[in-house]
């Protein structure tokens, strides 16, 4: 059995974080789920689930499980702390208010993670094309703020999400995306007639609009040329396998939880 496959922030190591977007390589799961997915709520078998997780966890050097929750392409803020499980509350920001591991399941939707190396807090954003229109992100360094913190101290990893190569909307949720933040006009474009979203590089416009330095924004979507729908071999994809496929989960954790 391969090793768990995963992309590691090396701008959250640098301040003390661990972030970590998962990959497919290196789990136990069955065709359509194959290899290592890691969410229980798409029809895999949740034994099998579990034990990609904790293969996958060990893989990574986290300390625990990270907290989970039901996500609903919105905005709410789940607090967290201690050990992490998977809660069933709805919420699509993970907020550690203790830097234990926070998660988000993704595949397609954008994958945020936030740290607060000054004090110690981080979170997990979950931005679909709903969420990015809300502006997830600016609702979870809201919440950093409002415990303390600088959204100037602030750095943030965007993971791998679908690109602008495959991501096609219909015309309303590209006017929608178009006016959700000062300069997200750029990244909705017309080819042939069809309309196509960068979320990754809204999120980095957002993360920047309410307040985060440029070089504290990692955008590794667009660093290293991903797109979850191209890239098979590296990717679940719900557009490309619908429901009934795999999961990636994107944590956020300090090193050295309190
Ligand atoms: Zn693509």
Redesign the pocket.
Same mark, same amino acid.
């Given at each position: 059995m391969p090793e768990p496959s995963f992309i590691r922030s090396q701008l959250l190591a640098t301040h003390g974080f661990q972030g970590i977007f998962s990959l497919r390589k290196g789990g136990f799961s069955q065709p359509p789920f194959d290899d290592l997915n890691l969410a229980d709520n798409t029809g895999d078998n949740p034994a099998i689930v579990e034990k990609n997780l904790q293969y996958f966890i060990r893989a990574a050097g986290l300390n625990c499980p990270p907290h989970r929750a039901e996500q609903t392409h919105g905005h709410r803020v789940l607090k967290c702390h201690g050990t992490g499980t998977m809660h069933r509350q709805k919420a699509d920001i993970l907020f550690s208010e203790d830097g234990t591991p926070v998660a988000v399941r993704v595949a397609d939707c954008t994958p945020v993670l936030i740290a607060d190396p000054v004090h110690g807090r981080c979170a997990a954003v979950h931005a679909g094309w709903r969420g990015t229109a809300q502006s997830v992100v600016e609702h979870a360094v809201r919440a950093l703020q409002n415990s303390g913190g600088n959204a100037e101290e602030f750095v943030a990893s965007i993971g791998p999400c679908?690109?602008? !190569? !495959?991501?096609e909307i219909g015309a309303e949720a590209a006017d929608t995306l178009r006016t959700c933040c000062n300069g997200a006009e750029d990244y909705v474009v017309q080819r042939k007639g069809k309309q196509f979203v960068d979320l990754a590089a809204i999120n980095a416009l957002q993360l920047h609009n309410c307040g985060l330095q440029s070089e504290r924004i990692e955008n590794i979507a667009e660093q290293q040329h991903t !797109?979850? %729908? %191209?890239?098979a071999n590296q990717f679940f994809s719900y557009r490309r396998d619908g429901q009934r496929s795999g999961r990636h989960l994107a944590i956020v954790a300090s090193k050295t939880p309190a």
């Open positions: 679908i690109g602008v !190569c !495959c991501f !797109c979850t %729908c %191209c890239q």
